[in-house]
């Protein structure tokens, strides 16, 4: 099951030149001849092209069209290119493709892979050693490229805002202010544009909007070291700031709460609403012993009580890793197997046939492959479809007495086994899902191929499959979807971040709370 998960790594890199081909930067980065550097550009586009369905994707969905991206990158490739100039060029190349699990490996992947990765066996074809050039560009990168400034944008609903009030060179700005206007061009179309600088770019579909919530932070756009923008306050006054990449803001007000993935020190959280007979778990990564936590929890409740009317699952922030955590406690609560009948591609390319050791023999031989599915598909390149059903939740043979709706509470920010469990939801009727997609292309993914330039030796991972399941129109294949949908306004995305209340406690979730709200107007 582990190898369907989709762990999102968002990775933005880009580099700046230096003034001689043959002076070393400080960090001491290799130098390359103007053939090598054609060899590795090439070799990177083929890698990607023969790996990653998400291009193809993109191109006939997004109209994001990687081969042109990529043909205009290489020729900025010149006789007196620069390392960084190089290594530039490579970071566009790879933002082009648009996929979150497409990107180049940083220090703490880097560290993963030496210490995990290749003893294991996972990688066979990269040494430890051969690790060294990665590790320097990651210091480039990290040191003398991102943007030092934190603007802390928030988007919802459509729009860009910042969420605190702040100080900036002796004048305050207001929070929630609205964000229209970034180097003169109008914010929407401004990021839009910025498929080479920044990877993967969210797409709100209900808006069918493209957004970063950090995009500043590519030293790129700051023309002649300054990035100008343009806010919009409540009262309708405008507010423009001209600001560099490595200053700083001071925030007026406190910030209580983070809105995104939770972390290793965000604990499991239960409550039972007596009046409206509901059992609540906040539950912030998929660990199998939160699973069995939960079950007990539940278990006691139901036994105490027996009036349990609905269970509310709240995922919001989850980053994922077991499904058999969700499992440990849905299997006593849930009526009919939870299954999903499930199709995925991958390209018929040299590459891999190659890494997955197939050919077009044993594919028309194996009953789970085919070149044909009875679902649409992209128009190119040429794929080979695995056919599988797959039981996430068996129920129990002794279930629990609860017949009631289970209701998964989701924002943005949900990966892996949550997002997976998001999709159960989509497919059953007794699990309803509640709030926001994350916009980001999702479904059954497989481990990212990683490999390595030859000359270069930058490492970076590519994505190899796609998700067909129940589509009916290739846009479909996006996967992201969500049941009833909640979007957070921006003033309560302030509350919900500078409250002092526990906002998983049960009077929050019962007083402020949009999405336990529509629980209980659901179960209303």
């Not at 890793?321 to 499930?342: A, C, E, H, Q, W």
């Amino acid at each position: 099951m582990k190898k369907f998960i989709s762990i999102i790594i968002i990775c933005l890199f880009v580099a700046c030149a230096t003034p001689k081909h043959h002076q070393k930067s400080k960090l001491d980065l290799p130098i390359f001849s103007y053939g090598q550097m054609l060899e590795d550009h090439d070799t990177l586009v083929s890698y990607i092209k023969q790996t990653s369905p998400i291009i193809y994707y993109n191109k006939e969905v997004r109209g994001i069209d990687f081969g042109k991206h990529a043909k205009n990158l290489r020729k900025q490739i010149k006789k007196n290119t620069t390392t960084v100039e190089f290594l530039k060029i490579v970071d566009k190349t790879i933002n082009s493709a648009q996929d979150g699990h497409t990107s180049r490996l940083g220090s703490k992947l880097l560290d993963i892979m030496k210490e995990n990765w290749i003893p294991t066996g996972f990688i066979t074809h990269i040494d430890s050693a051969s690790t060294e050039n990665s590790y320097k560009y990651a210091d480039y990168f990290k040191n003398e490229v991102y943007a030092k400034l934190d603007l802390n944008l928030i988007y919802t609903s459509g729009e860009y805002y910042n969420l605190l009030p702040f100080r900036y060179k002796g004048k305050e700005y207001p929070a929630s202010m609205k964000l229209i206007n970034c180097n003169g061009s109008e914010i929407h179309r401004y990021v839009n544009n910025l498929i080479e600088l920044a990877s993967p770019l969210r797409w709100d579909r209900t808006n069918n909007k493209v957004y970063e919530e950090t995009f500043y932070s590519h030293s790129d756009n700051y023309k002649n070291e300054i990035l100008k923008l343009t806010f919009i306050d409540k009262e309708n006054n405008t507010h423009k700031l001209n600001i560099s990449k490595n200053d700083s803001i001071e925030f007026l007000q406190e910030k209580n709460r983070k809105y995104g993935y939770n972390s290793d020190k965000d604990s499991l959280i239960t409550h039972y609403f007596d009046k409206q007979k509901i059992f609540y778990a906040k539950i912030p990564m998929m660990k199998e012993e939160l699973g069995d936590s939960i079950k007990q929890r539940l278990q006691s409740i139901i036994y105490k009580t027996n009036k349990v009317s609905a269970v509310v699952i709240d995922i919001r922030g989850n980053g994922g890793g077991s499904d058999y955590t969700y499992s440990k406690f849905m299997k006593s609560i849930v009526r009919d197997t939870l299954k999903l009948n499930i199709i995925v591609g991958r390209n018929f390319s040299p590459y891999i046939q190659k890494d997955f050791n197939i050919n077009r023999d044993s594919i028309e031989s194996r009953t789970s492959h085919s070149f044909k599915v009875d679902v649409p598909t992209l128009k190119e390149p040429e794929m080979y479809y695995i056919k599988q059903t797959y039981n996430f939740v068996i129920p129990d043979s002794v279930t629990l007495s609860f017949n009631g709706k289970i209701y998964i509470l989701q924002d943005r920010y949900i990966y892996s086994s949550a997002s997976n469990l998001s999709s159960l939801a989509k497919n059953s009727e007794q699990l309803i899902s509640i709030g926001q997609t994350p916009d980001l292309l999702g479904g059954l993914q497989t481990n990212p191929l990683v490999m390595m330039l030859p000359n270069s030796k930058l490492i970076f991972r590519v994505e190899p499959q796609i998700d067909f399941t129940n589509i009916k129109n290739v846009s479909d294949i996006f996967q992201n979807n969500v049941e009833y949908s909640v979007p957070y306004s921006i003033e309560h995305l302030h509350l919900r971040s500078t409250t002092k209340e526990d906002i998983y406690g049960k009077e929050f979730l019962l007083n402020y709370d949009p999405m336990f709200k529509k629980v209980l107007e659901l179960e209303n």
